[in-house]
């Protein structure tokens, strides 16, 4: 069990330009989930993977956003034509997926800053 | 809709001082109840859970007793360590498919 990794660790990037972000979760679990924090607030939910579907999406994720898991492994997070506003910890979390109560591992995050 | 709602921070104490934490919430349904931690420059991490009513959480020194009566999952530490500063969160899990919602974190500074 080797944790969740997200890469890179940091990104700087100027407005409108666009940027990818990849989560590993742990080997063989089969749900993911992309969070978003802002400085002095909590995590809040974006997007959930079981397996390779997309099952949820939150409000929070406008259509300049995309995130994809192809073959159900690892995760990206695709951010176009990023804005200041989007300067953010991205945070991706995988469980099990054997109950509701999993628990969720988090990665270190991938903090943007969009000057 | 459902929320999470924890005390404001910093709160500053004493090595080895009582810590209480205070966290309410609102849901639909039964939810299930977390405590997550963010040491500085680390991830976030499980503290404790509980799954259903007058069920508690416990570890590292920590508690917590999910109270559906007040609705309520307030962190208690007997006597805390300067290694216990930190973020502390309150979430809630009430879908089958485990997003969790959290409250806007509890900053504990510890001082010796």
């Known amino acids: 069990d080797t944790g969740v990794s997200q890469d890179p660790r940091h990104k700087i990037t100027k407005r409108g330009q666009n940027v990818t972000f990849r989560c590993d979760p742990i080997?063989?679990?089969?749900?993911l989930y992309w969070y978003r924090q802002t400085l002095g607030q909590g995590p809040e939910f974006l997007t959930y993977?079981?397996?390779?579907?997309?099952?949820?999406k939150s409000r929070l994720l406008s259509d300049r956003f995309s995130a994809e898991r192809p073959k159900g492994s690892f995760s990206t997070l695709e951010i176009q034509r990023t804005e200041q506003g989007d300067s953010a910890m991205y945070l991706c979390?995988?469980?099990?997926?054997?109950?509701?109560?999993?628990?969720?591992?988090f990665g270190p995050g991938t903090r943007l800053t969009v000057l | 809709g459902n929320s999470v709602t924890q005390m404001e921070g910093p709160v500053t104490l004493s090595e080895e001082a009582f810590l209480t934490i205070n966290c309410t919430y609102t849901?639909?349904?039964?939810?299930?109840l977390f405590w997550y931690v963010q040491y500085p420059g680390e991830g976030l991490q499980l503290l404790l859970k509980?799954?259903?009513?007058?069920d508690k959480g416990s570890n590292k020194g920590f508690e917590a007793t999910y109270r559906k009566e007040t609705t309520s999952f307030h962190l208690e530490k007997g006597s805390v360590q300067v290694s216990d500063s930190a973020v502390y969160f309150c979430?809630?899990?009430?879908?089958?498919?485990?997003?969790?919602?959290f409250g806007a974190g509890t900053q504990v500074v510890v001082t010796p």
């Open positions: 979390a995988s469980s099990p997926g054997l109950a509701v109560t999993d628990t969720q591992y």
């Open positions: 080997s063989e679990h089969n749900r």
């Open positions: 979430a809630l899990k009430t879908d089958s498919w485990g997003k969790l919602q």
């Open positions: 993977f079981q397996n390779e579907a997309q099952l949820e």
């Open positions: 509980a799954t259903k009513a007058d």
């Open positions: 849901a639909t349904g039964y939810p299930s």
